[in-house]
């Protein structure tokens, strides 16, 4: 953990200038100090409360006994200081017992817990849905739900997908009638009854909290009693696990909302994910079947407030992907400066009567080494950015707060994707640099690989990612934010062309981020979706590994303008390596782009 | 398995022409119905006694209850079925019991086994151990313990690698001293008593057989008491598990080897992989410690001896890996084909009251299925063309068997590391093509995922095929094995730029070629090791490409005259995903090749 403070004082106080941020009016009662103080706690607690049972929560996955989810003691416990902390509702206003922590401080401190053990805790869900209801909902769903999810009391879900739905939300078919005649007249909000299946349901069911607050997607039916197709039929409902009154008390009333089935997964294990049965008749409220749920914001516009935090939760997504990517990186470091094994090349390794060297003398463990480093670093480098843009969107002039939600638009997808694919990869070379050791699992790194491999599904899936890239993101607003970005790369390149050491990476800079434009044109040439879209995925490949490079230009000219060191040397040999060995690689994705290559699209299926 | 077995018929008939085989002396009495009637009962067995046990094995992990190594009922079973088809053995000379198959055919029927279930067997090292005896042992030592491998009384390892020396041989300490005045007389070999460790033996211990036969390397003292450095020093020892007379009886003693742990893998469970502790006096042989062992061939002529089945167990792992790449593939094909979500692109995807339809109508669902069938049959092509060059060794012309052998030489490195990496890459997107179900244990294919990540690592890791490759294999008799392989390069692209349809692939394959020699020649342009092989890896991912790139082409020429259809325009669309998708990527490899680029090699422990 000492490598990822490091990691972070650099990038937070002399790449992103983060202390400045106590300029602002939000943030005046902050200082470097404080946030010192932040990071020093959520370190600590990782590394006492976390750390030591990242294996643990992975073998004693959670189980049903028929009434309860067991989940062993340490994820209580994890969950409790993490509560305790005051970390839930760090970013929140003073009345609402928050610290006003700027974001980009939060995501910097939350990510030792996600070095620690990535799957222990469930706080990002929790967040997520009070941060929504602080925006979309009412004074008494606020006082009744988020603040008790920011006090820890209560924690928090979002039920979107359903088993036949998947990503396709216009597909849901959990319907939401009022609960009789006076089902507008509830303190907590109009009240309905909802009935359906919610699938890959995270924390869906446990007893780490008093209470689950599901925040659920749910379709009214019309006058026909026949649910609206698509997305606009769709609705939001906060549905208790447990009922509570107006004050927020629980009232010893369960709610209509019963645990299907734990899903048993390839990794992830510390975090239950569930199929949850709303409204079957279980727990009959009132004795009658039907989970009670009370509307959030305007009926029909669910999806709007769902997808209003949304790029924070992809942001967190990211940010899980990394830390899983660096925890590799530190894991493999150690194994490789402490292993012998193997001579150098060359003469002096014709030798056999001398000793092995460690690993980390040979080229290749090398190699390994620095693509994890240059990876987990960029992608973290790029995770703070983000978060950074975050905070400007909240806090900037209003012209730098819409540049910041147009670039946070653009980047989304990017800081989502990348590290959930290159990350893995970075854990993938933890594995080989163990050998036959890294395939047990008496090292932690094949964990981190099997945890990994999910973040390229939550969340929206690649593909999903890819479709929002090249078909809205880099199209919306007239291309503004695809403009907005190449003039923050084109201003990085104009000061890095300056310094004689990173000219040369400057002009390679500038001509895939040419390619990339014109790919982009390319794709859409003829103006049909199914042209311009058929090779999505390797358009964001091509797109990530240019935002990558940009991301280590810039942090290399803050890099050059350290002292000198070993750490500085580090940071310019990773941005080095990503330039030669990364960054050539765009050619290859970009060519079936511009080409509008349809090999795959148009070949018929029995031809698979 | 009937895509499987309609890609065999093609690839082998087809395109190899692998029925001529009979026109040679020692496959006289085979036909394409004696080929035919194996691949008939490898299907048969595999489909009844493999397949619906692979997620058991995988649950059900080996564990030592104190005396015995437990397994499923499951491997029992399918471990006798595949001894009492006959196929341990199917490869040997009719007066061996065997039936004198072509090991092309040997290796396409075993691979419903590793489709099937891929660590539930392991006959790949019994026929290895076996094969190596036939050619370096004595023909008791043929009689007592090869011979009952074949017949599938005996099973066999290989044990190689110790905890401290990893893929280091040369630093193995185990050490072997004379048993005895008289240890040159027994009848089994020079008797010998071993002492050490020996790390990652495979089937090292269990009961699925009467006994087991260890291939032991260790050291024999000089005179002064000391183990010689280096390799030279190692020398091959046969180690039963059980002591044996010279018929190959059990004498009820048992030898001097014990199970010291079980490594708890990450996958390929199935298979037991062992610490063993030879002679360390638990089960002293006539009161006294230490493993009793004969040697085999000449003393200090180990590592060559172990080395002869080098090749065939290289084209194992790369078949194996295969396998799982296509058990994937097949998986994701039918779950693409069943599972309705979303709806298509452009207009015709906008009206939500249309049913949603099957994910495989989607582009980028159709673009992950054609990579896992371009990496998964290109690679089964790769293999099958280096078990014909192993028949061609054995049976062609001496200047066909010379060529055969130099060809294999080049090629083996790549038919073990392309398909450890590609076709690993091709179960990740067969688990995203299912999303969250994909990533649960309710699907097969995390467990694909899982079990092929050991292909990069045994028999030889990525780092050392590397290494191997450019560090030997292209330069050894003067380039000559290079020049053979250019040369059936050339020629399939002679043949290939007469095929309107092929000709742009032709040229494309031509400049990837000429690409890899400058490559080679600018990465030894000092003559330094330690500047051309600081990028090996990415020099073997650019050369594997291209000779995948090659297979293709060739392929696509027997498909190409092949009769209208279906699997015609598959084969040719799995080519051109190659060439368009995938050949592009050698650039961005090569370049630092060509440069010789230090950027990892020179960066200094304390940067990283």
Chains 1, 2 share one sequence.
Not at 179 to 189: N, R, S, T, V
Not at 440 to 468: C, K, S
């Amino acid at each position: 953990m000492a490598i990822l403070r490091s990691t972070l004082d650099f990038l937070l106080y002399d790449w992103l200038n983060a202390a400045s941020l106590n300029e602002r009016e939000r943030f005046a009662d902050h200082s470097r100090e404080t946030f010192d103080a932040v990071l020093d706690t959520c370190e600590r607690i990782a590394r006492e409360k976390y750390a030591p049972f990242n294996r643990l929560v992975d073998t004693q996955e959670p189980h049903f006994d028929g009434e309860k989810v067991i989940l062993p003691q340490a994820t209580l416990d994890a969950n409790r200081a993490y509560a305790e902390s005051g970390m839930l509702s760090a970013a929140q206003d003073y009345e609402e017992g928050g610290m006003q922590l700027p974001y980009t401080i939060e995501a910097a401190a939350n990510g030792f817990f996600g070095l620690a053990s990535v799957s222990i805790g469930s706080s990002l869900l929790t967040k997520g849905n009070a941060n929504l209801l602080l925006v979309h909902g009412t004074e008494t769903q606020k006082a009744v739900f988020a603040r008790n999810e920011f006090n820890g009391r209560f924690s928090g879900t979002m039920c979107l997908s359903e088993p036949q739905a998947g990503s396709s939300l216009s597909d849901i078919t959990t319907r939401a009638v009022p609960d009789g005649a006076d089902f507008e007249a509830d303190p907590l909000g109009a009240r309905y009854r909802l009935k359906g299946n919610k699938m890959w349901i995270s924390a869906g069911e446990h007893e780490l909290t008093e209470n689950i607050v599901h925040l659920v997607l749910a379709k009214v039916p019309g006058p026909d009693g026949k649910l609206i197709p698509g997305t606009r039929g769709i609705s939001l409902f906060i549905v208790p696990k447990k009922m509570v009154d107006a004050q927020g008390q629980l009232i010893g009333v369960r709610n209509d909302v019963a645990l299907a089935g734990l899903n048993h997964k390839l990794g992830w294990r510390g975090t239950t994910n569930t199929l949850l049965n709303f409204g079957e008749g279980k727990f009959p409220v009132n004795g009658e079947a039907g989970a009670v749920g009370y509307l959030v914001g305007r009926p029909h516009e669910g999806l709007r407030c769902m997808f209003h935090m949304m790029n924070e939760a992809r942001i967190g997504v990211g940010t899980a992907a990394v830390m899983l990517g660096l925890a590799g990186y530190y894991a493999s470091l150690d194994y490789a400066k402490n292993r012998p094994q193997g001579r150098p090349m060359g003469p002096a390794g014709k030798d056999p009567t001398q000793p092995p060297v460690r690993i980390i003398e040979h080229a290749d463990v090398k190699r390994m080494l620095l693509a994890q480093k240059s990876y987990g670093e960029g992608a973290l480098a790029l995770e703070l950015y983000c978060a950074r843009l975050v905070d400007e969107q909240h806090t900037g002039t209003p012209e730098g707060a819409d540049d910041a939600r147009l670039l946070l638009e653009v980047l989304t997808p990017i800081a989502k994707s990348w590290p959930s694919e290159w990350c893995l990869e970075a854990n993938s070379l933890a594995i080989q640099i163990h050998g036959g050791y890294g395939y047990t699992r008496d090292f932690p790194v094949e964990q981190y690989w099997r945890d990994n491999r999910l973040n390229m599904i939550h969340e929206g899936t690649h593909g999903i990612q890819a479709t929002d890239l090249l078909g809205r993101k880099v199209l919306m607003e007239n291309g503004k934010g695809l403009q907005l970005l190449a003039g923050r790369i084109n201003a990085t390149i104009e000061r890095a062309i300056q310094v004689p050491e990173l000219a040369a990476h400057a002009n390679a800079l500038g001509q895939a981020l040419a390619q990339v434009g014109a790919a982009t044109k390319a794709a859409w040439a003829t103006g049909e979706p199914t042209d311009a879209l058929a090779n999505a995925v390797p358009y964001m490949q091509a797109f990530g590994h240019t935002v990558l490079a940009w991301i280590w230009l810039d942090v290399a000219l803050a890099a050059h303008a350290a002292a000198d060191g070993a750490a500085r040397t580090g940071r310019l040999a990773a941005m080095r390596f990503f330039f030669h060995y990364e960054l050539p690689k765009i050619g290859a994705w970009l060519q079936v782009v511009s080409n509008r290559d349809q090999t795959c699209a148009a070949l018929p299926e029995e031809a698979f």
